[in-house]
């Protein structure tokens, strides 16, 4: 869909030429005079006690400049942020090191060496000599709610953060009534993130300011928090996000080694940098998912839901990270889907283990969400032996029914859940798909149509208490020449926004795309702003450079009305020209009008000079994109192994600003969604020691391990937002787990298979048919 | 030790510890940033360079095996005002997100694409397979591929 020449046209990002001839800057990238270069001691215990701490051989290491433990770290350093704080969450103290001589996941960050090279900083980290005395270590998020599990956190004197309940109706009713209950047991194992670019920070402290750079989504919350963290005033900080090489959650995060490198270019009086290893990045940067969720759904004999109960127990790691809670209490609020469920009661259990913590990875408890709910009306449709298209379509919340509560809680702004369902079906030939599978079955071969049905929720706000709500930054400067520059407040990191937002003030000013630079993540050179994550950039970010545009062209209607000696509802214009409506021979140019705007003696009278306008655009209520994923495997039961045929998504997020980069959002979201159905999953042994920790045990897809995709949109614009677009960084990770699962499922269907574990492994596969070869 | 190496058509030489890799040599000791360090362990290809025309993963090569030796990398695939057919490919499909694997990305199709002009998509899927990007989904990656192919041969 084409809304103007510039807006939801297939425009080429304008990111890509630094990219692709390598000319981009990131982290690592930085290089000064002077540098110094850290390594990190962590801990190889999932639970212990510090004993000591002997830094002596190291220090005497050459090219050794510093090396620091808790002790430096209590002496020089405020507290991490926590958050964000929901109801009676119980959570500890973080500091960039560990201060109170316990640590609590292998990873923990026990000593920080400072070399003259990286190499001569890891080769003494390994000369410090830290004493422990193992502790007892839980693992498991249930084991850790038995009484008599070791506690991670004594002064919380439990393992639980906190618990937190959503619902409504009356669903022991609704149980008590209903015809049938299905139930499952749900693991969703924890995930690596996996940036290609791992984090880094470089800081100097020059000048009487402190600037630091990192590989963050969130340069503003790492500036406002590094100040209670370095102790420095606000002011004397300025944090960069140079060019980041993907987040997806795991830099949405204020870390131990931002507050560390900073407090050290302060002690030291030096550029100080840290690049993290990937071995690093997989134990001390955050995990995602970690869920263990009961699922019970009743409804009656024609397919009608009657009630949903969730038990939902999240394993939250070692600590609370800047947004930890807040991932499975996602799930709570959206555990409901696209269905009229009158009767909900979701429990969501935070709990502490021995691990990396959890906290935000793409989806953010809507996958787990998602998944429960689309996994649990398969189980209902198998019950009931209806097709579970059937059984989706009979629970659809109508379209009538918007702006739609949730028994949870969620208010869902627009949606037709049908429509996308329909288009997804006559796209693949759903009949035709059913029959060939029949045909298949009878020839020893198992077909598996998947079908997830997803609404999620984007436009989330920042930290509660840190910067606020749900809000975004954006100054839209013309210059005195009439080209323009845009500041965003959010915090790009491969979604393209330097492309669409400057798509938005085309669209809005009528020049051309090429006139509009966007920039971003330098907090010297940009408002207050919040960030990049939840699928909030375009919905949020990209409606305050809207609105800021639309201001902009206000004052310069006002500016030709008074050059035109025309009343400014006179002035009609098509963003080159302002032109008095029926006198085309008085006109005068956009860049002449930006030109005058910096004159003040040309303005009207009391009009302030310049063409520059912020706006914080504060959304009305959040915006809930959907759709319907249909994936189509064949599963060979001789070797377990599952192979895509056919995968197609019709997701509906809103007007779209620009299809190609849309298109990149869901490609890139749907591997990383059935790279957890059958290839991702972190395994710790019953130490706490991660078997996972490499890319040769860690399987990332490659090129070879994934299918084409056939993408369709359907399009609900938002009520809530200027643009009526509704974010689409996380919904093909949302819909592609429980399609490919679903699927999985329903080729094993003549075995009896009901549940498997993810990911879906050939083994696991094969296993369960040999435990179910009597069905053969 | 002294490391004298042609790289990017140009003799360059440095002092480097024996043990140091190529991909240090490149980004450490001369400035050449564009290939990218991400596993240090040759899982992930964002490193991937030419050494003597054969495509390696710099990060698993010693600076000492290039020496003497031609050395080609991701800033010698572009000239002033022209791009190369594969990295035009890439911004016209929207191959590239954060662009971090993307310089190894661009090297290994520019070697697959001198080697065999028209690969189908299983030798694409294939030749690509050493180099992970967490972005993209890698479906654009291929278009570009493809279209680059086609330009190719023109």
Redesign the interface.
């Known amino acids: 869909m084409v809304i103007s020449h510039a807006l939801g046209a297939r425009i080429k990002r304008r990111e890509d030429p630094r990219l692709i001839t390598g000319r981009a800057i990131y982290v690592d990238d930085l290089n000064f005079a002077g540098m110094v270069h850290v390594a990190i001691v962590r801990s190889p215990h999932a639970h212990a006690t510090i004993r000591s701490i002997d830094t002596t051989a190291a220090r005497r290491a050459p090219g050794v400049v510093a090396v620091w433990t808790g002790e430096d770290v209590k002496a020089r350093c405020g507290p991490l942020p926590v958050g964000p704080r929901i109801k009676e969450m119980k959570a500890p103290k973080r500091f960039p090191l560990v201060i109170d001589g316990v640590v609590r996941h292998v990873g923990d960050p026990v000593a920080a060496v400072v070399a003259t090279t990286m190499d001569a900083a890891r080769d003494a980290s390994d000369l410090v000599e830290v004493d422990y005395e193992p502790l007892p270590s839980v693992q498991d998020p249930e084991a850790a709610l038995e009484p008599g599990a070791p506690i991670l956190h004594q002064d919380l004197g439990t393992n639980v953060c906190f618990r937190m309940t959503y619902g409504g109706g009356n669903v022991e009713e609704a149980f008590a009534g209903a015809d049938v209950v299905v139930k499952t047991r749900i693991v969703q194992q924890r995930l690596i993130p996996a940036a290609m670019e791992t984090r880094g920070v470089v800081a100097q402290y020059k000048g009487g300011e402190l600037t630091v750079w990192t590989s963050t989504q969130i340069p503003h919350v790492v500036k406002t928090t590094l100040a209670e963290t370095v102790r420095l005033p606000e002011h004397e900080i300025h944090v960069i996000a140079p060019e980041v090489g993907g987040g997806f959650g795991s830099k949405l995060d204020v870390y131990g080694e931002e507050g560390l490198v900073a407090a050290l270019a302060l002690a030291l009086g030096r550029p100080v940098k840290w690049i993290e290893s990937r071995r690093e990045n997989f134990i001390a940067t955050i995990h995602g998912r970690g869920q263990i969720d009961y699922v019970e759904l009743a409804a009656h004999h024609d397919g009608t839901v009657a009630g949903l109960r969730v038990r939902a127990i999240a394993d939250l790691g070692a600590y609370s990270q800047l947004l930890t809670p807040g991932v499975p209490t996602n799930t709570g609020l959206m555990c409901c889907g696209c269905y009229r469920i009158p009767n909900a009661h979701a429990e969501v259990i935070g709990v502490f283990t021995n691990r990396t913590p959890t906290d935000a990875y793409r989806g953010a408890g809507r996958p787990e969400a998602t998944f429960l709910i689309e996994r649990a009306m398969d189980l209902l449709a198998a019950e009931l032996k209806m097709d579970p298209v059937e059984v989706r379509r009979k629970n659809f919340i109508p379209p009538a029914a918007f702006p739609y509560k949730t028994p949870t809680g969620a208010v869902y702004d627009s949606g037709n859940y049908e429509r996308a369902l329909d288009k997804a079906l006559e796209r693949a030939d759903y009949r035709a798909l059913r029959d060939e599978q029949a045909k298949l079955r009878k020839q020893g071969r198992y077909l598996g149509i998947g079908i997830a049905t997803y609404v999620e929720i984007t436009g989330l706000g920042a930290v509660a208490g840190l910067s606020g709500g749900n809000w975004e930054s954006a100054t839209v400067r013309v210059e005195p020449t009439g080209k323009v520059t845009v500041l965003t407040g959010t915090s790009p990191h491969g979604q393209g926004e330097e492309t669409t937002f400057a798509q938005i003030v085309s669209d809005r000013l009528g020049v051309p795309v090429e006139d509009v630079v966007v920039l971003h993540g330098d907090t010297r050179a940009v408002p207050h702003g919040v960030g990049t994550f939840g699928s909030r950039t375009t919905p949020v970010g990209g409606s305050a450079v809207y609105v800021a545009a639309e201001k902009v062209k206000d004052k310069a209607v006002q500016i030709a009305a008074h050059l035109l000696e025309a009343a400014p509802a006179d002035i009609s214009t098509d963003g080159a020209r302002f032109t008095v409506r029926g006198s085309p021979e008085r006109s005068v140019e956009f860049k002449d009008v930006a030109r005058m705007a910096y004159k003040a003696y040309k303005l009207p009278a009391g009009m302030e000079p310049g063409l520059d306008v912020t706006h914080f655009f504060v959304p009305k209520e959040r915006v809930f994109p959907f759709g319907t994923h249909l994936c189509v495997v064949e599963v060979d039961p001789d070797t377990g192994e599952v192979t895509f045929r056919r995968y197609i998504a019709v997701d509906d997020c809103g007007n779209i600003l620009n299809p190609l980069l849309v298109a990149g959002q869901i490609h890139g979201g749907i591997v990383q969604g059935l790279a957890q159905a059958i290839y991702e999953g972190v395994t710790y042994d019953d130490e706490g020691q991660l078997l996972t920790g490499t890319f040769a045990e860690y399987v990332v897809p490659q090129a070879t391990d994934v299918p084409a995709f056939e993408l369709d949109h359907t399009v609900t614009p938002s009520p809530h937002n200027p643009l009526g677009a509704k974010g689409v960084g996380e919904a093909g990770t949302i819909g592609a787990t429980p399609a490919v699962v679903n699927a999985i499922l329903d080729a094993l269907a003549p075995f009896g298979v009901k549940d498997l574990q993810m990911p879906i492994t050939p083994r696991r596969v094969w296993e369960a048919l040999e435990g179910n070869s009597a069905s053969r | 030790m002294l490391i004298k190496a042609r790289i990017n058509d140009e003799w360059r030489e440095a002092d480097v510890?024996p043990g140091a890799s190529l991909l240090f040599f490149l980004?450490?000791t001369l400035?050449?940033?564009?290939?990218?360090?991400?596993?240090?362990?040759g899982?992930?290809g964002?490193c991937s360079v030419w050494l003597d025309g054969e495509l390696v993963c710099s990060c698993l090569v010693l600076a000492a095996q290039a020496h003497g030796h031609e050395v080609r990398?991701?800033?010698a695939?572009?000239t002033d005002d022209r791009?190369h057919p594969v990295?035009e490919a890439?911004?016209?499909t929207?191959a590239?997100?954060?662009?971090?694997?993307?310089?190894g990305l661009?090297v290994a199709v520019a070697d697959l694409l001198e080697h065999d002009p028209r690969p189908s998509e299983t030798i694409?899927?294939?030749a690509?397979?050493?180099?992970?990007?967490?972005?993209?989904?890698?479906?654009?990656?291929?278009d570009a591929v493809k279209i680059a192919a086609g330009r190719m041969q023109k």
Do not use: H
Request: proline content about 2%; charged content about 20%.
């Open positions: 510890w980004r450490e400035g050449l940033v564009g290939s990218k360090n991400a596993c240090e362990q899982e992930c964002s990398t991701v800033e695939l572009a791009l990295q890439f911004i016209q929207g590239v997100q954060c662009g971090f694997c993307t310089p661009i694409i899927r294939e690509l397979a050493g180099n992970l990007c967490r972005c993209t989904g890698y479906a654009k990656i291929i």
